[in-house]
């Protein structure tokens, strides 16, 4: 016993060592570039990998952008996407997440093979189909001055992760996420048809205090309400007082509208989300004379990781597997070869 204890202070020692041997290092890549180079107040923790995963310079992909079909890697092609899917300003943890979270969507659409869209191309720059990309040049008119260390903050989140994929029985997952929830994420079979079993509704920390534009008001006139629905649904019987046209409004317990009947159609919550362009399908809807008003909290579908959930949970120190490992119950983060 008296042997083991002495082990344990010995490696104790040994990687406090090494901790802070290598804390200048870090240092020299804050987060923050005004900071000072001081030595830091404790050691910085090191993550070993349990198993490297193939690199993301060597992995070469085709994808559309533009309307041509480019060949890049995967580190160049998620430096694209990661400018284009979250703020930059987001913690390095929450970064990292995304980076993970964008190599992972897009090995599990490669395994798929060649889709009909795009059968010359691993990936596209629509975001109905793949991910939103960008251009360092057009991030750096977004970004100005910040776009040097911006750049630089990025390609470290896709560098600390490289190669590494969530993974469920081995394989790499559909790793959909989304920007903000009402405080749970939802079910995947509540949005789409299938439902899969590291899709499920998880609590998630964000609020009107993190995210711009938390709630939402939109108004619709009778007339213009009407004119949308029909569009998608001609059966649907939208006559007289817009008093009676909703109805059998079910929720999930994590407050999104799963169902509900429009003029006698049932649809999906997200169904009509889309339809009337509202952020999310977390919405209550009252009829006020001839006005339809529908009060919305969040932004995005609300399956899988919420990127402003994923931040709220990096500022409470969090790093990006436990993030992952949280939106995607029963996943795990690790080196992906194949
Ligand atoms: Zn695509």
């Known amino acids: 016993?008296?042997?083991?204890?002495?082990?344990?202070?010995?490696?104790?020692?040994?990687?406090?060592?090494?901790?802070?041997?290598?804390?200048?290092?870090?240092?020299?890549?804050?987060d923050q570039p005004t900071q000072s180079n001081d030595a830091p107040a404790e050691p910085i923790a090191i993550a070993f990998p349990e198993?490297?995963?193939?690199?993301?310079?060597?992995?070469?992909?085709?994808?559309?952008?533009?309307?041509?079909?480019?060949?890049?890697?995967?580190?160049?092609?998620?430096?694209?996407?990661?400018?284009?899917?979250?703020?930059?300003?987001?913690?390095?943890?929450?970064?990292?997440?995304?980076?993970?979270?964008?190599?992972?969507?897009?090995?599990?659409k490669m395994k798929g093979g060649p889709i009909t869209n795009h059968p010359d191309a691993d990936a596209c720059d629509n975001i109905?189909?793949?991910?939103?990309?960008?251009?360092?040049?057009?991030?750096?008119?977004?970004?100005?001055?910040?776009?040097?260390?911006?750049?630089?903050?990025?390609?470290?989140?896709?560098a600390e992760t490289d190669g590494q994929a969530i993974l469920y029985g081995g394989e790499p997952i559909l790793a959909v996420f989304f920007s903000s929830?009402?405080?749970?994420?939802?079910?995947?079979?509540?949005?789409?048809q299938t439902d899969l079993p590291y899709l499920q509704s998880v609590s998630s920390?964000?609020?009107?205090?993190?995210?711009?534009?938390?709630?939402?008001?939109?108004?619709?006139?009778?007339?213009?309400?009407?004119?949308?629905?029909?569009?998608?649904?001609?059966?649907a019987n939208l006559s007289g007082s817009p008093d009676g046209w909703i109805q059998d409004v079910v929720r999930s317990d994590a407050d999104y509208v799963t169902t509900l009947r429009v003029g006698g159609v049932?649809?999906?919550?997200?169904?009509l989300r889309t339809i009337l362009s509202l952020r999310s399908p977390a919405f209550t809807v009252k009829v006020e004379g001839d006005t339809l008003v529908f009060h919305v909290t969040g932004y995005g579908h609300g399956v899988g990781m919420s990127q402003y959930g994923a931040n709220a949970l990096a500022m409470q120190g969090m790093d990006a597997a436990a993030i992952l490992e949280h939106y995607f119950p029963g996943a795990q983060v690790q080196g992906y070869t194949s």
């Not at 929830?181 to 789409?192: C, E, I, K, L, Y």
């Open 205 to 235: 920390p964000e609020d009107e205090t993190l995210v711009p534009n938390y709630y939402s008001v939109v108004r619709f006139s009778a007339e213009t309400f009407r004119s949308l629905f029909l569009r998608t649904h001609p059966d």
């Open 128 to 158: 109905s189909c793949c991910k939103a990309y960008k251009t360092a040049e057009d991030a750096a008119a977004d970004w100005g001055s910040m776009a040097l260390y911006y750049e630089e903050k990025l390609a470290r989140a896709i």
């Open 266 to 271: 049932t649809v999906k919550g997200n169904e």
């Open 1 to 30: 016993m008296k042997h083991d204890i002495r082990i344990l202070t010995l490696i104790f020692v040994l990687l406090w060592a090494l901790a802070w041997s290598s804390a200048g290092q870090a240092a020299a890549v804050e």
């Open 181 to 192: 929830s009402g405080g749970h994420t939802q079910n995947a079979s509540a949005v789409w």
């Open 51 to 108: 198993q490297p995963g193939t690199p993301d310079a060597d992995r070469i992909l085709r994808v559309l952008h533009g309307g041509t079909v480019e060949e890049m890697t995967m580190r160049d092609y998620l430096q694209g996407v990661l400018r284009a899917e979250m703020p930059a300003s987001f913690e390095p943890e929450a970064l990292k997440a995304q980076a993970i979270a964008a190599r992972t969507y897009t090995l599990y």
